[in-house]
């Protein structure tokens, strides 16, 4: 006679509506198991447009479009606006390399801390600046994570991800426990709506309280978040106060926010990093 399926290896189960606590408490288990396994207590986490691409791969495209527009052989009135997309594209990929400077910069100091005390970078796992943070982060020798999700567009994996920190996430609010988690400090980088969400989530977070560790939140590039948000008209209107403005702070230029996000991390773990252990 043939046993039925236990519940735990009943895929049927496991997938359909009544299992889901089963899945989001997989989402939860799996990566603490792993992350312990691992060694990985504390994150510097960089968000940021899956559409932002490295300087020479938009300096090519914009090559190409220009020559083409040159010999005439492109539709008129159509490559005009091809090439003032490709110009700006060109312009936004010097946040892709910024992002590789400063994760690279960021693992190379974590490297001269004890081993217990360093801070891993992790993205969202993607291409654009995620990819540049990884990336960053593998340069410099250091292992870096990538808390990916399925999308109905898919959103493959970048190849500077530690193979052992890989991971691939169905709920956006397990991924997003995980980013803020073992989180230290944070990066946000220009992005779209998914950058955003996570921005306005971490900030909400933070001004209720729901996250009571000091956590460094560096917006980098003023003027693209600036002309995003106006975080002066919120306040002149009373929707948020002049304390909420402190919840963060501004970088242009990678030694800055690098400068900015080890002299905060060095005041808040000064206990920990005592005897001068956190130096560099």
């Known amino acids: 006679m043939k046993k039925p399926v236990k519940a735990y290896r009943n895929i049927q189960f496991l997938n359909s509506p009544i299992g889901r606590s089963v899945r989001i408490l997989s989402e939860f288990l799996e990566p603490l198991g792993r992350f312990k396994k691992e060694g990985i207590k504390n994150t510097i986490v960089v968000f940021g447009s899956a559409r932002i691409l490295p ?79 990884n990336k960053g982060a593998m340069k410099a020798g250091g292992r870096s994570i990538g808390l990916n999700i399925s999308l109905p567009f898919e959103q493959d994996a970048n190849p500077y991800i530690s193979k052992e920190l890989e991971f691939e996430f ?46 460094p939140i560096i917006l980098y590039g003023r003027k693209y978040w600036e002309s995003i948000m106006n975080f002066n008209e919120m306040l002149r209107l009373g929707v948020i106060e002049k304390a909420d403005m402190k919840l963060f702070d501004f970088a242009d230029n990678p030694e800055e926010a690098f400068s900015m996000m080890k002299e905060q991390l060095r005041k808040i773990y000064a206990r920990r990093y005592h005897n001068g252990i956190l130096h560099g």
Do not use: N
Not at 196 to 211: A, R, S, Y
């Open 170 to 215: 169905h709920y956006f609010f397990m991924r997003k426990f995980w980013f803020l988690y073992p989180a230290k400090g944070l990066l946000m980088f220009p992005g779209g709506f998914g950058t955003l969400d996570e921005l306005l989530e971490v900030l909400t977070l933070v001004q209720t309280k729901k996250i009571t560790k000091p956590m």
């Open 55 to 133: 300087r020479a791969v938009t300096r090519k495209r914009l090559a190409l479009l220009e020559a083409k527009y040159r010999s005439g052989k492109a539709r008129s009135g159509k490559v005009p606006g091809e090439l003032e997309t490709a110009r700006i594209a060109l312009e936004m990929s010097a946040y892709y390399e910024d992002a590789v400077k400063l994760t690279y910069m960021l693992t190379k100091w974590s490297k001269t801390l004890k081993p217990d005390t360093r801070f891993a970078i992790c993205s969202g796992g993607g291409p654009g600046i995620m990819e540049a943070a």
